[in-house]
C-alpha cells in the first residue's frame, strides 16, 4: 500500500493514522518533496477511474492563478505534475486499486 501523504493535512495524517491502527504494511510518498511524474499522474488516475478534474485541488491559489477551471485532461495533469500542491490528498493506491482519503475511512476500502 501506498500512501501520498501531505503531513500538514488533517486528513491525510488521519488516513495515515487508520493504515498503521490496522497494521497495513505501507510506504508514504511526500509528494510535494518528490513530484509525481505525468506519466504517474495518468497511472493514479487509471486506478482511481477518474479523471484529472476529480484529483486536483480547486481552492488553491495556483488553480485559480493558472485559470485551471476549463484546461483540458492533458493541460490538468501536466500542472499538477508542475505544482505538486494541486494534488487532492491524501490518496492510498493498493495494487490496481486507489481511493482518495475523503473522508480518511475511505481507505479500509482497499484492506
Do not use: W
Not at 501506498?2 to 509528494?31: A, D, G
Not at 486536483?56 to 485559470?67: A, C, F, S, T
Amino acid at each position: 500500500m501506498q500512501i501520498f501523504h501531505n503531513p500538514r493535512c488533517s486528513k491525510s495524517r488521519e488516513t495515515l493514522n487508520i493504515i498503521i491502527e490496522n497494521n497495513i504494511k505501507h510506504n508514504i510518498n511526500l509528494y510535494l518533496e518528490n513530484p509525481l511524474s505525468v506519466e504517474e499522474i495518468r497511472i493514479i488516475i487509471k486506478k482511481l477511474d477518474t479523471t484529472a478534474n476529480n484529483i486536483i485541488r480547486k481552492n488553491e491559489d495556483i488553480y485559480k492563478k493558472l485559470n485551471l477551471k476549463d484546461a483540458d485532461e492533458e493541460t490538468l495533469i501536466k500542472k499538477i505534475s508542475e505544482n505538486p500542491i494541486l494534488l487532492e490528498r491524501p490518496i492510498v493506491v493498493k495494487g490496481n486499486k486507489a481511493i482518495i482519503g475523503r473522508p480518511p475511512e475511505n481507505v479500509k476500502i482497499l484492506f
